[in-house]
Structure formats: C-alpha cells, structure tokens
C-alpha cells in the first residue's frame, strides 16, 4: 500500500520566519504534487516535482523531490499570514487510473 | 474560481438517507474524479470517470455511486448514510491516465450527517 507520511502535522510561527514540511514514503512515485488548502474550498495545485533530486521555486517557497523518489519537501522563506492554510502533497497510484494519494496534511498558521 | 462547481456547497442529512452530489466544470474535461475528506485529514480517492465509465475505485464500499454525463458533468450518490460519511466531498478534472498532471477542484460540498 502506498502512504504519504507528511510532518509535522500542525506549525504555529510568526510572521518571518522560516519553515520546512515533509512529506515522506516508503515507495516511489513518478512524480509528486504539492496543493494549498484554505477553509472552506478545493485543494489548489502548487507544482508537481517529476524528477530525482529536482528543485523548483514559487517566490518564496521552494520544493524539492528526493534522489530517489520517495520524498519531497516544502521549504517557505520568511512566512507570511497569508501563507497560512493546509499544504497536501500528493502522488499517483501504482495502478493507472489517475488516482492521487494524498499525505494526511500539514496545517501552517503564520501569526502577523 | 476553478472552473469546478459543485453543488450543493452544504448538505445536512439524517442517518439512513440518500444524498446526490453534483460536480460541473466549465473546460469539459472528460475525466472525473471524487474525493472524501474528513476534517483535518487529507483527501481519499472515491473513484474516477473517464467518458462516462467508471476508470477506478478507492477503498470505499457499493453504496458510494456515480455517473458521468455526455456533457461530462457528474454526480456522487451515497446510499444508506452514516455518520462517518460527514466529510468534505470535492470534485476533481483532470489527470485522466496521466496522474503526473495536475487536478483542479471544485470547493467542495460539506455534508453532515446527523
């Protein structure tokens, strides 16, 4: 079974400062996808890492999949409030119907 | 705004009851696929459509059905509600066969259970 573990779970900061989130696997996935969540709606797609060793940035977040496609991390630099919300990252199923597996979710409140 | 609309965007049902969820996109992409998530939890694969056929499904029992329309809008039956059902049900286009690209999602319907 493939599972997405993303830690930690909850991150409490202020307004500046920086963080780093998980997401971590036992398997490998083609690729991995990263989504913002705010209450009240959808997932949001961030971008989606398909190489080993791959690094892409978004302003100020920067994310990176593992050598060996078994995991990726979401660095943010100098936080602010509006960062604030429910980061997933996800990856596909073995089996070939476009199914996402999703990590349990890291909840970021950035405190101004 | 996605593209993605869902319908209802809040839902109260009875324990035992039947509910229809509704997912329509502007695009038309001929791939569908829904999504249960609990509160604080991330998203859980239900199943897919791709030209009105079901293409996949989660670890989620018969009485969770669904349809895809010519005009590849879709919706999301659940039969004999339970409580463990209240959830955020959201809708998703995209990725087809090819998972490496991205979904977009509707904002979802929050049905409580009660």
């Known amino acids: 079974t493939q599972l997405l573990e993303q830690s930690p779970q909850f991150l409490s900061i202020q307004e500046g400062e920086n963080l780093t989130v998980y997401c971590n696997s036992s398997?490998?996935?083609?690729?991995l996808q990263w989504y913002r969540q705010e209450p009240g709606e959808g997932p949001v797609l961030l971008v989606t890492?398909?190489?080993?060793?791959e690094v892409k940035k978004l302003k100020r977040l920067t994310f990176q999949f593992g050598d060996a496609r078994k995991d990726s991390s979401l660095h943010i630099t100098a936080a602010q409030p509006g960062d604030t919300g429910l980061y997933l990252c996800?990856?596909?199923?073995?089996?070939?119907?476009?199914?996402?597996?999703f990590g349990q979710g890291t909840t970021l409140q950035v405190k101004p | 705004e996605t593209g993605v609309t869902q319908s209802p965007t809040h839902l109260i049902k009875t324990r035992g009851q039947q509910v229809t969820l509704r997912c329509s996109s502007q695009?038309?992409?001929?791939?569908v696929s829904w999504y249960q998530q609990a509160l604080g939890q991330g998203p859980q694969f239900i199943f897919q459509?791709?030209?009105?056929?079901?293409?996949g499904r989660g670890n989620f029992p018969p009485r969770f059905s669904g349809l895809q329309f010519p005009n590849y809008s879709s919706e999301l039956n659940v039969n004999a509600l339970e409580l463990d059902d209240s959830a955020l049900y959201l809708c998703?286009?995209?990725?087809?066969?090819?998972?490496?690209?991205?979904?977009?999602f509707g904002s979802g319907t929050r049905l409580t259970v009660v």
């Open positions: 996800a990856g596909p199923g073995s089996s070939n119907t476009g199914k996402l597996i």
């Open positions: 398997s490998v996935f083609s690729s």
């Open positions: 890492v398909v190489t080993g060793g």
């Open positions: 695009s038309g992409h001929n791939t």
């Open positions: 459509y791709y030209r009105e056929e079901e293409n």
């Open positions: 998703a286009t995209g990725g087809g066969s090819d998972a490496n690209s991205g979904y977009t």
